[in-house]
């Protein structure tokens, strides 16, 4: 299997998160503000997941990783049930 070093792992967008909660409780902010950088965290990690899944679309269609390897790849960063999760169209609408 081809690795690509995750230029910013789970874990790196975790503490940053813990540490943008204690700053906005420090300063007292409110509810709205919380939210709103709880959204812009969202984005980031939803643009890296992206750019992952492009990773190992790209790697698969050139023969660079097996079909077994872009599987381990995929359920390696937790986005193996977002990707068969379109397979089950029997309960129809949105999942």
């Not at 070093?5 to 813990?18: I, K, L, T």
């Not at 269609?61 to 390696?76: I, N, P, T």
């Not at 960063?77 to 999942?95: H, K, M, S, Y």
């Amino acid at each position: 299997m081809v690795a690509i070093a995750n230029p910013s792992s789970y874990e790196d967008v975790q503490q940053e998160f813990s540490s943008l909660q204690a700053s906005v409780a420090k300063s007292g902010a409110d509810a709205r503000t919380l939210l709103l950088s709880f959204i812009r965290v969202a984005t980031i990690r939803s643009r890296l997941a992206v750019v992952d899944l492009d990773s190992i679309g790209m790697a698969l269609k050139q023969g660079l990783v097996s079909v077994e390897g872009a599987v381990a790849w995929l359920d390696d960063l937790g986005l193996f049930e977002i990707v068969v999760q379109g397979l089950n169209t029997a309960e129809g609408g949105r999942q």
